[in-house]
């Protein structure tokens, strides 16, 4: 009837997110339309093509309210910076892809804080270019060239997916406890626990293009294998059932410099993989299958399993075996030359700090709810000298882990996703990227607009050792595996001038924070006023609250208001009065200012000459209205 949908899944308010309707965060599920943005993953395009998270907007239904924002905040300025500017309409976005090199890439939602719930829900789609001066003839084609697109799930027992919609405690029973804005019992502040949001969302059914666990029939032929792993959160150690090897010929962003043979595969959120296998030494009625390692799983041994080839019999009009093709080998012409410099990017996880659950250690049987813990200071890693983290007793309880997932440069500052920007390559330089796990698990790193090449790995606890990067990464990427207490070096050369994302591709983390803008600048080190725009103007653009505010007694309440706020989105006494900055809310309820650059010009009472006010001429003496010169008597 031309009225929206909402979600199937719930959306959590509480994350830095759209927030369409400026509703603040609410620990209630949003039931309102859904903000869209299409990522191309692994293109190399311009910045307004690029599916920036901010970039969203609704779909055009009839009962849209009236005050919702039908986008998001750099819509309107991609919008103008596009050649196709007079294409975009209020609900839409046109992008430019100009990929050239044959590569297995891929598209997705991207919208800020709701990525997890559209592309759980199906938002995703393969993107093969084909032809350029990397491709090469005669490989499996047609029906012998299979894409693979590879996920979990879970289902409820009507059939309908099945998605958490509430948090789960560090056993993955529901979390029986305070949430959102909710009191604890040891006086540390209102719970900081989502009410919804989970760190990671594990299904117990794999999916291949869809369908639960297919079967494939296949002749006894040499076929080409295009996966591509789109799991929310689920990572993949990928084995054949038969204990033959992969023949991996390519990766993200195409072919490797020359074919590897390897028997298992750590296989990553948002990665691809071009793999040749052959069947030809197969009888017909052969059931070959595709497998992971799953962990201990007895009694429930199909949680190994992702999909089965069922050999007939005859060769169909492929050839009869694989011949591993001559690969490019031109892997390192992408990032030539020597890096100019080193940036250190790390990953840290931020455990709550006012909600504790049992640890193990308490008796079996007893609810699961909040405990009382105190906090110690503990050594993360002698590798990391003189940095410590909180970490708590682990005789009370251990915290909700990971309510917040984060990058920054220094392992002291760790930072959101609307943050100043602090990293800002040059346009052209080749850099080396250290990426750093300051914690336990890994994240798969996604950095935009760049293919870059794997250097090498590092343990904290083996310092000094160096570990060279896996056989099926010598290749182009564009997602690279950053494991636990330790980091991942890679080398990089970015092409085009604007504003990008890093971001871990565990989506559930993407979501509440670990991603991180940053700024490629012209070869002189001009920032691009997108990158400028995001220093001073973007954010959460309903982080202040609404004009409901103004008739409260206090400004702000310091039990909810907490971190830092825009100075140019407040309101009462201060709206319209800063334009840049960021303020925070005091005990007694009202705005810390200090931060926050004024936006007027003058002071009542104070006079000037024209000639004294930019943009003016003359000797005529004018006075200040408030906020502003009256400058309308002078000349220009």
Known sequence: NGDYVSHMFPIDQTLHWANPGCTGHLSDAYQGPIPLVTHFHGGRTNEWSDGHPDN?????????????????????????????????????????????????????????????????????????????????????????????????????????????????DTSGQTFDGPTWGQPTCNGAGPSDIHPIWNPGVDGNVILVNGAAWPVHEVYQACYRLRLLQASTAKAFQLYWGDGRSFTVIGSDHGFLNEAKEVQEIEFLNGERLDILVDFSDKNPGDEIELLHNAGDCEGQEWRHKIMKFVVKAGTGDAGSSCVVPQLPNDVDNENPGEPVRVRRIFLAASPSVSVVVPSSSLESGQTVGEQCGSWDPFPLSAGLTGFRMPLPNREGGIPMPGILFQLGNSPTNMQRYSDPITEYPPVGDVEVWEFINLGPGTHPIHVHEGAFTVIDRFEFAKPGEVIERQPWEDGLKDVVAVHAFGGTRIKVQFRRVGLYMMHCHILTHEDNDMMRPFCITEEDGTIPKTCLMHNDEWGDPCSSGSEESEAKETECNPEKDTGKFKCKKLVGQHKGKFKKGTATCKKNGSWNVDNCQSACECEEGQTIKCKNVKGFKGNREISCDGCNWKSGKCKT
């Open 56 to 168: 969203w907007v609704l779909p055009n239904a009839n009962n849209i309210p009236e005050d919702y924002r039908r986008q998001g905040p750099v819509w309107e300025t991609f919008r103008d910076m596009s050649p196709y500017s007079d294409e975009w309409t209020d609900n839409s976005v046109v992008s430019d892809y100009m990929e050239t090199k044959a590569s297995h890439l891929w598209f997705h939602d991207h919208a800020v804080g709701t990525t997890r719930v559209s592309v759980h829900a199906g938002l995703v789609g393969n993107y093969f270019v084909r032809g350029g001066d990397r491709e090469i003839e005669g490989l499996p084609a047609g029906q012998y060239e299979l894409p693979l697109t590879i996920f979990d799930r879970s289902f409820n027992e009507d059939g309908t997916m099945w998605f958490p919609d509430g948090p789960l």
